[in-house]
């Protein structure tokens, strides 16, 4: 069964600390892997997208990386501002006729002053 | 470029009662979808449409109810609410498929008792 977990379940960090986010995926074949974030009463948004050729992705002070083999990816935040705090959210899509996708249940990230 | 707009925000239902959830849509994008967000889990797929007139099920379609009239608009049907619906309920658009950039609503939340 094609699944997506991530780790931690939540997450409380100090104003200006890194911090690293956990996905694993059993998702076959594999497409792409996005990361979304997801603030409080609002709908997500896409940070970045990996496919299988690639393992580091940028988007600002977010960096996500890709291990294809192990089927890992992990997102790291550097220097964390309060307007991090929020759900992140890992997607994995499914190689299908229109690339089914299957969401994590998401990292709830705190940051605190 | 209002994206993604579903109405209402927030509803209270009886049970047995019925309701439809709007969402709009102004990036002229083919792919529309449902889905419903539950505390601690990843986002599942209610239903899909992958252009005016073509609708399709999704992991839990049950209870649910969707047409495509136009390439705008993708509302949702609920008949007969049961409190299992109680959920926040996503809306949300991409250009190429699931697997693709999904723009996503802010998302109605509803409570059946």
């Known amino acids: 069964k094609n699944q997506v977990e991530q780790s931690p379940q939540s997450l409380i960090i100090l104003e200006g600390k890194n911090c690293t986010l956990q996905?694993?995926?059993?998702?076959?074949?594999?497409?792409?892997l996005r990361w979304y974030k997801q603030d409080t009463g609002r709908g997500p948004v896409s940070l970045t997208i990996?496919?299988?050729?690639?393992n580091t992705k940028s988007n600002g002070r977010y960096t996500a990386t890709l291990d294809a083999d192990t089927k890992q990816s992990s997102l790291h935040i550097t220097a964390s501002q309060l307007s991090d705090s929020a759900s992140y959210i890992c997607v994995v899509s499914e190689k299908t006729s229109y690339d089914k996708v299957i969401f994590g249940p998401g990292t709830s990230l705190s940051v605190i002053p | 470029n209002a994206g993604v707009t579903q109405t209402p925000k927030f509803r209270i239902l009886k049970i047995g009662q019925s309701m439809t959830l709007q969402c709009a849509q102004d990036m002229n994008h083919n792919y529309m979808y449902w889905y419903r967000q539950d505390p601690g889990m990843g986002l599942k797929l209610i239903y899909y449409s992958v252009g005016a007139g073509i609708t399709d099920k999704g992991e839990v379609p049950n209870g649910y109810n969707v047409s495509r009239s136009t390439t705008e608009d993708f509302p949702l049907r609920l008949e007969l609410a049961a409190p299992s619906q109680t959920s926040v309920y996503f809306c949300?658009?991409?250009?190429?498929?699931?697997?693709?950039?999904?723009?996503f609503g802010p998302g109605t939340r509803l409570l059946v008792l």
């Open positions: 990996m496919t299988f050729s690639e």
């Open positions: 996905c694993n995926y059993t998702v076959s074949p594999f497409s792409n």
């Open positions: 949300a658009s991409s250009y190429s498929g699931q697997g693709g950039t999904q723009y």
